[in-house]
């Protein structure tokens, strides 16, 4: 799919995703593995309702990626993906989902879970925080006005 952007190949296999077939793309990374492999086929199917534990496709800031998710966020459309190998989570958004992976679910392995766990707890904290400072600032500045 060379020509396209990220956005347009996305849009693409979305719809591509919709058909009875699904589309079949070849994995070319380490970090599902042992699951999937580089150079594996999987099949990728539209994804309507995204569940804990399934690997889907999905809309990375330079390419298309293929992780687990590990956590749903409750109440907001954010969910936290994984590699199998990699053990680093990112945040991604429902609607940079392309579409699900038609492999046998798993559970998911303790460790991805705590990891899933600390990082949201560290972002929400920091979250917390950075507001809790702003209001602090600013309350502090109009408590003492200038004489």
């Not at 042992?34 to 990375?60: N, T």
């Not at 390419?63 to 945040?91: E, K, M, Y």
Request: aromatic residues 4%.
């Amino acid at each position: 799919m060379t020509g396209l952007s990220n956005v347009d190949q996305c849009h693409l296999l979305r719809e591509l995703a919709a058909l009875p077939a699904g589309i079949w793309i070849r994995c070319s990374g380490r970090s599902m593995e042992p699951a999937i492999c580089r150079d594996d086929w999987v099949r990728i199917e539209s994804a309507r309702a995204v569940k804990i534990g399934d690997i889907v496709l999905f809309q990375g800031t330079r390419a298309n990626v293929l992780h687990r998710i590990v956590l749903r966020i409750p109440a907001t459309p954010w969910l936290v993906h994984c590699g199998d190998a990699t053990g680093n989570p990112g945040l991604l958004h429902r609607s940079q989902v392309v579409g699900r992976a038609t492999l046998p679910s798993r559970r998911l392995p303790p460790a991805s879970t705590r990891i899933a766990v600390v990082y949201i707890t560290r972002t929400a904290a920091r979250k917390a925080i950075s507001v809790l400072l702003g209001k602090l600032t600013t309350a502090r500045i109009s408590a003492y006005p200038e004489e």
